[in-house]
Protein backbone atom coordinates (compact mmCIF):
# COMPACT_ATOMS: atom_id res chain seq x y z
CA UNK A 1 0.00 0.00 0.00
CA UNK A 2 1.69 3.32 -0.54
CA UNK A 3 1.98 5.44 1.64
CA UNK A 4 -0.41 8.84 2.12
CA UNK A 5 1.59 12.66 2.22
CA UNK A 6 -0.32 14.73 4.24
CA UNK A 7 -0.45 18.19 3.10
CA UNK A 8 -1.71 21.40 4.34
CA UNK A 9 -1.38 25.30 3.97
CA UNK A 10 -1.59 27.83 6.52
CA UNK A 11 -4.74 29.33 5.11
CA UNK A 12 -6.74 26.08 5.32
CA UNK A 13 -5.37 25.97 8.95
CA UNK A 14 -6.49 29.31 9.32
CA UNK A 15 -9.82 29.07 7.95
CA UNK A 16 -10.64 26.15 9.84
CA UNK A 17 -10.20 27.99 13.17
CA UNK A 18 -11.75 30.60 11.88
CA UNK A 19 -14.79 28.59 11.90
CA UNK A 20 -14.54 26.62 15.26
CA UNK A 21 -14.74 29.85 16.74
CA UNK A 22 -17.81 31.41 14.51
CA UNK A 23 -16.00 34.28 13.50
CA UNK A 24 -16.12 33.15 9.50
CA UNK A 25 -18.58 31.61 7.65
CA UNK A 26 -17.12 28.43 4.79
CA UNK A 27 -16.28 30.14 1.62
CA UNK A 28 -16.64 33.43 2.82
CA UNK A 29 -13.04 35.93 2.12
CA UNK A 30 -10.78 36.23 4.88
CA UNK A 31 -9.60 39.82 5.00
CA UNK A 32 -5.95 40.38 4.38
CA UNK A 33 -5.32 42.14 8.33
CA UNK A 34 -7.15 38.81 9.93
CA UNK A 35 -5.30 36.74 7.25
CA UNK A 36 -2.13 38.33 8.25
CA UNK A 37 -2.50 38.15 12.39
CA UNK A 38 -3.84 34.30 12.12
CA UNK A 39 -0.83 33.55 10.16
CA UNK A 40 1.43 35.28 13.10
CA UNK A 41 -0.75 33.87 15.92
CA UNK A 42 -0.26 30.03 13.79
CA UNK A 43 3.66 30.87 13.86
CA UNK A 44 4.10 31.76 17.28
CA UNK A 45 2.09 28.33 18.12
CA UNK A 46 4.51 26.53 15.86
CA UNK A 47 7.12 28.26 17.91
CA UNK A 48 5.84 27.14 21.29
CA UNK A 49 5.17 23.41 20.44
CA UNK A 50 8.82 23.04 19.49
CA UNK A 51 9.85 23.97 23.18
CA UNK A 52 8.02 21.29 24.21
CA UNK A 53 9.16 17.90 23.84
CA UNK A 54 6.01 16.42 24.21
CA UNK A 55 5.06 17.83 20.70
CA UNK A 56 8.09 17.06 18.88
CA UNK A 57 7.81 13.97 16.10
CA UNK A 58 11.22 13.42 15.37
CA UNK A 59 15.05 13.62 16.24
CA UNK A 60 16.65 14.65 12.97
CA UNK A 61 20.25 13.32 12.98
CA UNK A 62 23.19 15.38 11.51
CA UNK A 63 26.51 14.57 10.49
CA UNK A 64 29.63 16.78 11.53
CA UNK A 65 33.63 16.65 11.39
CA UNK A 66 35.44 16.82 14.10
CA UNK A 67 38.37 19.28 14.29
CA UNK A 68 41.43 17.28 15.72
CA UNK A 69 42.11 18.52 19.51
CA UNK A 70 39.04 20.75 19.24
CA UNK A 71 36.30 20.27 22.23
CA UNK A 72 34.00 23.37 21.91
CA UNK A 73 31.90 23.88 18.69
CA UNK A 74 29.40 26.21 18.44
CA UNK A 75 26.11 25.11 16.44
CA UNK A 76 23.51 26.77 14.07
CA UNK A 77 23.70 29.33 11.19
CA UNK A 78 27.16 30.94 11.27
CA UNK A 79 28.69 28.70 13.56
CA UNK A 80 31.15 25.71 13.73
CA UNK A 81 28.56 23.43 12.98
CA UNK A 82 26.27 24.93 10.31
CA UNK A 83 25.84 22.57 7.51
CA UNK A 84 25.26 19.30 7.43
CA UNK A 85 28.75 16.89 6.42
CA UNK A 86 26.34 14.65 4.11
CA UNK A 87 23.42 16.52 2.58
CA UNK A 88 25.20 19.91 3.02
CA UNK A 89 21.56 21.46 4.51
CA UNK A 90 22.01 24.08 6.67
CA UNK A 91 21.65 23.63 10.57
CA UNK A 92 19.60 25.42 13.11
CA UNK A 93 20.28 25.91 16.48
CA UNK A 94 19.19 23.04 18.55
CA UNK A 95 16.92 23.33 21.49
CA UNK A 96 17.58 20.01 22.83
CA UNK A 97 20.10 17.29 22.30
CA UNK A 98 18.89 13.82 22.23
CA UNK A 99 21.53 11.21 21.81
CA UNK A 100 24.87 11.63 20.18
CA UNK A 101 27.67 8.83 18.90
CA UNK A 102 31.08 9.42 17.08
CA UNK A 103 32.04 7.33 14.16
CA UNK A 104 35.66 6.41 14.00
CA UNK A 105 37.59 3.68 12.54
CA UNK A 106 34.96 2.38 11.34
CA UNK A 107 33.14 1.76 14.42
CA UNK A 108 30.13 3.54 16.17
CA UNK A 109 31.33 5.09 19.82
CA UNK A 110 28.36 6.12 21.44
CA UNK A 111 28.14 9.28 24.18
CA UNK A 112 26.66 10.58 27.12
CA UNK A 113 24.24 13.68 26.16
CA UNK A 114 23.00 13.91 29.33
CA UNK A 115 25.88 15.51 31.36
CA UNK A 116 24.94 19.08 32.91
CA UNK A 117 27.33 22.28 33.45
CA UNK A 118 28.11 20.51 36.76
CA UNK A 119 29.29 17.30 35.48
CA UNK A 120 31.09 18.93 32.41
CA UNK A 121 33.24 21.31 34.94
CA UNK A 122 34.24 18.91 37.30
CA UNK A 123 36.67 17.40 34.99
CA UNK A 124 40.22 18.81 35.70
CA UNK A 125 41.91 19.21 32.42
CA UNK A 126 39.21 19.57 29.48
CA UNK A 127 41.06 19.46 26.54
CA UNK A 128 42.52 16.23 27.35
CA UNK A 129 43.06 14.23 24.00
CA UNK A 130 41.23 11.03 23.07
CA UNK A 131 40.29 9.34 20.00
CA UNK A 132 36.80 9.78 20.91
CA UNK A 133 35.00 11.69 23.22
CA UNK A 134 32.66 10.35 26.23
CA UNK A 135 29.94 12.90 26.26
CA UNK A 136 28.82 15.85 25.65
CA UNK A 137 27.10 19.08 27.68
CA UNK A 138 25.41 21.07 25.33
CA UNK A 139 24.62 25.05 26.70
CA UNK A 140 22.30 26.09 24.44
CA UNK A 141 23.21 29.97 24.31
CA UNK A 142 21.85 32.36 21.29
CA UNK A 143 22.21 33.07 18.91
CA UNK A 144 24.43 30.50 18.34
CA UNK A 145 24.76 26.43 20.77
CA UNK A 146 27.14 25.45 22.63
CA UNK A 147 28.95 21.82 22.26
CA UNK A 148 31.40 20.81 25.26
CA UNK A 149 32.99 17.62 24.62
CA UNK A 150 35.32 15.63 26.74
CA UNK A 151 38.04 14.46 26.01
CA UNK A 152 38.77 16.03 23.19
CA UNK A 153 38.74 14.00 19.65
CA UNK A 154 42.52 13.91 18.52
CA UNK A 155 41.28 12.94 15.62
CA UNK A 156 38.93 13.80 12.49
CA UNK A 157 36.09 11.68 13.66
CA UNK A 158 33.04 11.85 12.44
CA UNK A 159 29.71 13.10 14.90
CA UNK A 160 26.39 12.13 14.37
CA UNK A 161 24.12 14.23 16.19
CA UNK A 162 20.23 13.57 16.88
CA UNK A 163 18.80 16.67 17.65
CA UNK A 164 14.46 17.47 19.00
CA UNK A 165 12.49 18.34 15.17
CA UNK A 166 11.95 22.30 15.43
CA UNK A 167 8.68 23.21 13.57
CA UNK A 168 9.11 24.81 10.48
CA UNK A 169 7.31 28.55 10.07
CA UNK A 170 5.13 29.19 7.73
CA UNK A 171 6.61 31.91 5.40
CA UNK A 172 3.38 32.51 3.34
CA UNK A 173 -1.20 31.42 3.80
CA UNK A 174 -0.23 29.49 1.08
CA UNK A 175 2.90 27.64 1.67
CA UNK A 176 3.06 24.13 0.96
CA UNK A 177 3.84 22.13 4.10
CA UNK A 178 3.73 18.19 5.36
CA UNK A 179 2.65 17.15 8.62
CA UNK A 180 2.50 14.15 10.32
CA UNK A 181 -0.72 12.48 11.41
CA UNK A 182 -2.64 13.90 14.21
CA UNK A 183 -0.95 17.54 13.66
CA UNK A 184 -3.28 18.55 11.19
CA UNK A 185 -6.45 18.62 13.36
CA UNK A 186 -4.60 19.77 16.91
CA UNK A 187 -3.35 22.91 14.97
CA UNK A 188 -6.78 23.42 13.84
CA UNK A 189 -8.21 23.08 16.93
CA UNK A 190 -5.16 24.59 19.00
CA UNK A 191 -5.31 27.80 16.62
CA UNK A 192 -8.94 28.43 17.30
CA UNK A 193 -8.24 28.50 21.25
CA UNK A 194 -5.45 30.53 20.55
CA UNK A 195 -7.45 33.00 18.30
CA UNK A 196 -10.75 33.17 20.92
CA UNK A 197 -8.24 35.23 23.00
CA UNK A 198 -6.47 37.47 20.29
CA UNK A 199 -10.01 38.77 18.83
CA UNK A 200 -12.35 38.14 22.62
CA UNK A 201 -14.23 35.63 21.59
CA UNK A 202 -15.55 33.35 24.60
CA UNK A 203 -13.67 29.64 24.59
CA UNK A 204 -16.62 27.27 23.90
CA UNK A 205 -16.58 23.85 25.33
CA UNK A 206 -16.34 22.16 21.91
CA UNK A 207 -13.13 24.26 21.35
CA UNK A 208 -11.68 23.04 24.84
CA UNK A 209 -12.59 19.49 24.52
CA UNK A 210 -11.90 19.12 20.93
CA UNK A 211 -8.68 21.07 21.33
CA UNK A 212 -7.60 18.83 24.20
CA UNK A 213 -8.43 15.08 22.58
CA UNK A 214 -6.59 16.55 19.70
CA UNK A 215 -3.36 17.30 21.45
CA UNK A 216 -3.33 14.75 24.21
CA UNK A 217 -3.48 11.85 20.59
CA UNK A 218 0.03 13.57 19.60
CA UNK A 219 1.42 13.51 23.12
CA UNK A 220 0.80 10.18 23.32
CA UNK A 221 1.95 9.15 19.88
CA UNK A 222 5.32 11.41 20.61
CA UNK A 223 5.69 9.15 24.11
CA UNK A 224 9.18 7.82 24.45
CA UNK A 225 9.65 4.75 26.73
CA UNK A 226 11.88 5.44 30.33
CA UNK A 227 15.41 4.04 29.98
CA UNK A 228 16.39 0.98 31.30
CA UNK A 229 19.87 0.86 33.30
CA UNK A 230 21.91 -1.70 32.88
CA UNK A 231 24.45 -3.08 35.07
CA UNK A 232 28.03 -2.90 34.33
CA UNK A 233 28.83 -6.43 33.29
CA UNK A 234 32.52 -5.89 34.79
CA UNK A 235 30.85 -5.13 38.40
CA UNK A 236 29.98 -7.84 40.02
CA UNK A 237 32.91 -9.60 38.25
CA UNK A 238 35.21 -10.68 41.45
CA UNK A 239 39.14 -10.01 41.42
CA UNK A 240 39.17 -6.79 38.69
CA UNK A 241 42.29 -5.92 36.92
CA UNK A 242 41.15 -2.40 36.79
CA UNK A 243 38.81 0.33 38.07
CA UNK A 244 37.89 1.44 34.27
CA UNK A 245 34.19 1.21 35.53
CA UNK A 246 34.08 3.96 37.87
CA UNK A 247 34.01 6.04 34.93
CA UNK A 248 30.43 4.51 34.53
CA UNK A 249 29.08 4.68 38.34
CA UNK A 250 28.58 0.99 37.64
CA UNK A 251 25.49 2.09 35.09
CA UNK A 252 25.85 2.69 31.43
Known amino acids: MATTILTTTAQTIIKAALRRINSYQSGEQ ?6 NDCLEALNDLLDSWSTDHAYVYASPENIFNFT ?9 P ?12 GVDRPLRITSAYT ?9 DTDWDEQTYNSFL ?30 DGAELH ?14 QVVNLPRGYNRALKWALA ?12 KEIEVNGNEAIAMVKSLNQVPARVS ?21 FR
Do not use: H
Open 68 to 76: ANKYQYTIG
Open 230 to 250: LIDERLPQGNRTDASWILTGG
Open 193 to 204: KELCAEYGFPLS
Open 30 to 35: IAAPDA
Open 103 to 111: SFSGLDFIM
Open 78 to 89: GGDFQVDAVTGA
Open 161 to 174: LFTDQIFTQFLTLT
Open 125 to 154: LKNQPAPWPLGLWYNPTFPLGLLNFYPAPS
